[in-house]
């Protein structure tokens, strides 16, 4: 995959060594001029360091965002990271982004707008490896001889839907074998009834059969 990254301190260049031990394309971003040096002296692999501001549209083109599987933002600055994501979601259509949140009280302002958020290196880089496999859905179980299983997918920006309003769920139509199950938000979760209505950041429940994971992610990506 072809991964972009925001921020070459310590989280960031674990996050590069870690992918590019998995042989993936890393784009690494970062400001400052003598850690950039010292990343690309460092790192082996297929890697192309770029020193410059990664909340700049025109650093994010040159490191080619617009075509990333993922992009990354994981500086020191909760600011920062959103401000980089939201450049390459709403600029470069980046279907998926995953920032960093140094402060915890953030964490809900980034899952309103729809970027997912979390705060371990570790997790970040599993986040990734899944995507890798399974294409941005985190299996929550797999039941059935692994024919069926629960996925957890977050509802991006809506494109094609009121961001504000929402859109309601049933209205949103699956294939055969995809269920919308549940959606948890602010702390609460609830079951999916009638009068649910979906917003970015929400995260969903779904059960599908297991040749169906796809399908069931790109239906809500493409809200």
Excluded at 7 to 31: C, F, P, S
Excluded at 64 to 82: H, M, P, R, S, W
Excluded at 94 to 118: D, W
């Amino acid at each position: 995959m072809y991964i972009v990254i925001v921020g070459g301190g310590k989280v960031g260049e674990y996050l590069a060594q870690t992918l590019l031990r998995e042989d993936h394309q890393v784009v690494l971003i970062e400001e400052g001029n003598d850690i950039a040096q010292h990343l690309s002296e460092t790192l082996e692999g297929q890697l192309l360091t770029i020193c410059g501001d990664g909340c700049e549209v025109s650093i994010q083109e040159d490191a080619g965002v617009q075509q990333a599987d993922i992009f990354v933002a994981v500086t020191g600055q909760d600011e920062d990271n959103l401000a980089a994501c939201e450049i390459a979601t709403r600029v470069f259509s980046v279907q998926r982004c995953v920032a960093r949140v140094n402060n915890p009280k953030n964490l809900r302002i980034f899952r309103r707008l729809g970027i997912e958020s979390i705060s371990s290196t570790a997790l970040i880089a599993r986040l990734i490896q899944e995507e890798a496999m399974l294409g941005s859905m985190s299996v929550a179980i797999a039941m059935t001889n692994d024919e069926v299983g629960l996925i957890e997918v977050t509802v991006p920006r809506m494109r094609n839907h009121d961001n504000e309003q929402g859109v309601r769920a049933f209205d949103i139509e699956f294939e055969d074998g995809i269920r919308l199950v549940a959606v948890s938000r602010h702390d609460d979760t609830e079951v999916v009834g009638e009068n649910t209505y979906l917003k970015p950041g929400d995260q969903l429940i779904l059960a599908a059969n297991t040749d169906m994971l796809v399908s069931a992610r790109n239906v809500i990506r493409a809200l």
